[in-house]
């Protein structure tokens, strides 16, 4: 469906709803490019449901990294203890949405999308701007000269 459908679609939904100005809500989830559907507000939940396991996921790799996996032993080196537990609040907050989310999909309530919507993206700005200052930090990492055995171990 071409993006003025879905916008048209939205702002439908929209004046019903309540909900957020297209223009800054696709700026941030990209819903314009959404397949053609029935259940836009379904598909927007799934929409964010992905950027929320993207995000959970980075931050699972630095509170509980790997060790077989290079880039997260060497970024969680690079926060303290203090840091981690500051960004496993920011965890919690993502994870309490993804499981809303979750259960927002398996309910198929109209009002629940609605809610869901509007909160996450009250919030959002404030999750983004943590979640930003994260990964700067992370990219920060790799500029850093390390002796490749403090990333790698031993290496035999």
């Given at each position: 469906?071409?993006?003025n459908e879905i916008e048209k679609q939205y702002n439908e939904l929209r004046k019903k709803?309540?909900?957020p100005e297209f223009k800054d809500f696709d700026f941030e989830f990209?819903?314009?490019?959404?397949?053609?559907?029935?259940?836009?507000?379904?598909?927007?939940?799934?929409?964010i449901a992905e950027k929320l396991d993207f995000y959970t996921t980075m931050l699972e790799e630095i509170l509980q990294p790997d060790t077989?996996?290079?880039?997260?032993?060497?970024e969680t080196r690079n926060f303290s203890d203090t840091e981690k537990n500051k960004m496993y609040d920011l965890y919690r907050k993502l994870m309490d949405?993804?499981?809303q989310s979750i259960e927002v999909a398996l309910n198929h309530d109209e009002k629940e999308e609605v809610d869901f919507i509007n909160r996450f993206f009250d919030d959002w700005k404030e999750l983004k701007k943590e979640l930003l200052m994260y990964i700067k930090k992370m990219?920060?990492?790799?500029?850093?000269?390390?002796d490749i055995k403090e990333d790698v171990g031993y290496l035999g």
């Open positions: 469906m071409p993006s709803h309540k909900l990209e819903i314009s490019d959404l397949e053609e559907t029935n259940f836009l507000l379904r598909a927007i939940v799934r929409r077989s996996n290079l880039y997260a032993m060497h949405y993804n499981r990219r920060a990492s790799w500029n850093e000269e390390v």
